[in-house]
């Protein structure tokens, strides 16, 4: 009689490697347990919720993303809006600055035009200059109005005393 | 005819060939392919992959263990790895190998976590075949003698070297190759091959009355499919 522990012969472990051994048969027709059924059910809840939180957690990730893309393009738009008021505020100040330079260029203009008015010099919008002051005499002188251009001239030589 | 049906079908209710189709899908997916798409978000993919793997899981954890109580535990821890690990599955590996490997070194912590004699495993073995009656045993007699083959078989198991009954078990439930069953456990494909060799020889051995079994199991079914012929006749 055989010892116990004698390993198959290659025969029995062919005939069981290929499934087809009496004692598989019989180990197939005695077990077949199948886990309960609140079993399957706790192991399925269990993997429906772990992908439960993955959903969650991709909108949030998605809501972050949308978020700081929104804050980023905020920033770039105020940025963008700034320097825009920078440049407009430059501008603008240019505009003024030229509008004034234009102005004190156009001054004996405005005076030859003013020219036939009696009182041009009684009024006077802004404080003259020697230069421009010289300038609307001559405009005086050439408009034929003598007396009026001796009087300004005796009024410059009052106000600038030591130039002449 | 047949098939001009299906179309005329298909074409009235397109969402039910849709359906049809991804059950068709399911059903011929691979175990690594319902893997992946889980990973991705799909829990119907897991259900079938559960649904394929569920029973020869929890039968090799209950031979392992021989306590239902902890099979049930152990099961459960299973298939938490799993499903923890689920985005690091690389579909290169054999799901199986992967679920069994996971199972294994469960049992294997369980072993480590329990100290257990040899009067306690007698116990769990009465109580093992006690528990595992067969669902539809029709006759009495068939029912005593179904319990006397378990109780048989499971003290057969129960005498294995642990190493040798693991091989024995993973190969019956598992349905891997020898050299993936070897992989798991951590050896070769040769001494894999040689401790189910042994396994084997020693249940064989054991058993000696499984033929008899077997035979006295497909006498009985032979005549009731008789039947069946005679009365459809």
Redesign the interface.
């Known amino acids: 009689m055989?010892e116990?522990?004698?390993?198959?012969?290659d025969k029995?472990?062919e005939d069981?490697?290929h499934r087809k051994?009496?004692?598989?048969?019989?180990?197939?027709?005695?077990?077949?347990?199948?886990?309960?059924p609140e079993?399957?059910r706790?192991?399925?809840a269990?993997?429906?919720r772990?992908?439960r939180w993955?959903?969650p957690a991709a909108i949030s990730l998605a809501i972050a993303i949308a978020v700081l893309i929104g804050i980023n393009t905020g920033i770039h738009k105020w940025l963008d809006a700034m320097v825009d008021a920078e440049r407009n505020l430059k501008k603008l100040r240019d505009e003024q600055a030229a509008e004034k330079r234009k102005k004190e260029l156009e001054g004996p203009v405005v005076v030859a035009i003013d020219a036939n008015s009696r009182d041009h010099a009684s009024t006077p919008t802004q404080p003259r200059t020697r230069e421009t002051w010289l300038a609307e005499i001559e405009v005086l002188r050439k408009a034929g109005r003598h007396e009026e251009a001796d009087a300004e001239l005796r009024k410059l030589q009052a106000a600038f005393p030591k130039q002449n | 005819m047949a098939a001009r049906t299906a179309r005329t079908f298909d074409m009235e209710f397109p969402n039910a060939k849709a359906s049809r189709r991804q059950s068709d899908k399911n059903d011929t997916a691979d175990d690594a392919e319902l893997m992946m798409r889980?990973a991705s978000?799909e829990?119907r993919a897991?259900?079938i992959l559960?649904e394929r793997h569920?029973?020869p899981l929890?039968?090799y954890l209950?031979?392992q263990v021989r306590d239902r109580a902890v099979a049930?535990d152990l099961?459960?821890e299973v298939?938490?790895r799993v499903?923890?690990n689920?985005k690091r599955y690389q579909a290169k590996a054999k799901f199986a190998t992967f679920l069994y490997r996971i199972a294994h070194n469960c049992a294997v912590d369980e072993f480590r976590a329990r100290a257990r004699h040899r009067e306690e495993r007698s116990e769990s073995m009465e109580e093992a075949g006690e528990m595992?009656a067969?669902?539809d045993a029709e006759r009495p007699d068939r029912q005593v003698a179904?319990a006397q083959?378990?109780a048989a078989?499971q003290r057969a198991l129960d005498n294995l070297p642990s190493e040798q009954c693991t091989v024995f078990l993973l190969y019956?439930e598992s349905g891997l190759s020898?050299e993936e069953i070897g992989e798991i456990t951590g050896v070769g494909m040769e001494t894999a091959?040689?401790r189910?060799?042994?396994a084997?020889?020693?249940?064989?051995?054991?058993?000696g009355s499984?033929?008899d079994?077997?035979e006295a199991?497909f006498d009985q079914a032979l005549p009731r499919t008789r039947r069946v012929g005679l009365e459809d006749a």
Do not use: H, M, T
Not at chain 1, 23 to 35: D, F, M, N, T
């Open positions: 055989p116990v522990n004698e390993p198959a012969d029995l472990l069981y490697l051994s009496a004692l598989s048969l019989g180990y197939r027709k005695v077990y077949v347990e199948a886990p309960p079993l399957d706790a192991v399925k269990r993997a429906k772990a992908l993955l959903l | 889980y978000g829990a897991f259900d559960y569920k029973g929890y039968r209950l031979r049930d099961f459960q298939w938490r499903i923890a689920r595992l067969a669902p179904d083959f378990r078989f019956e020898l091959k040689s189910l060799r042994y084997v020889g020693k249940l064989r051995k054991a058993l499984v033929d079994f077997l199991e």
